[in-house]
């Protein structure tokens, strides 16, 4: 996806779509949840994010703190139809006219960054990465 970013915009929102899909579904299918082939992007990231515990550990009210937490994870539901709807048009997903115009590099570089910070918080939280300390 990042080398992608300057060369090919439409493979890095192309891979970026399908990466966040990955890590979506690699999170349900361990804790048994059944994935329904006809989901949109947006649903699978919400069942996601309800499947994952977000209780902060140490926290004062940790249930508190979850429902604060999922609320700010709602609106990546918001942000994966964006990922849809930019990956439909300007990804590698569909095929392309002669005169087809990619997104400009920033565009493709927000996308990225912002797929892959999903996938992070994601993959930390439900235990699979550990975060370390810059």
Known sequence: MNKAIISDTD???GTGKEFLE?????ILKPKGIVIDK???LQQLVKHTTNSVDFKPKGADDPEAAERSIKQVLGGI???AQ????LR???GSGHGKDADFK???SKYAKLFVGVVAEIAIIYLAT???IEMVEP
Do not use: P, Q
């Open 11 to 13: 493979i890095a929102i």
């Open 22 to 26: 990955t890590i979506c579904k690699s």
């Open 38 to 40: 006809n989901w949109t």
């Open 77 to 79: 539901a918001t942000i």
């Open 82 to 85: 964006g990922v849809t709807e």
């Open 88 to 90: 439909n048009a300007y």
């Open 102 to 104: 990619g997104l400009e």
């Open 126 to 128: 439900n235990g699979e």
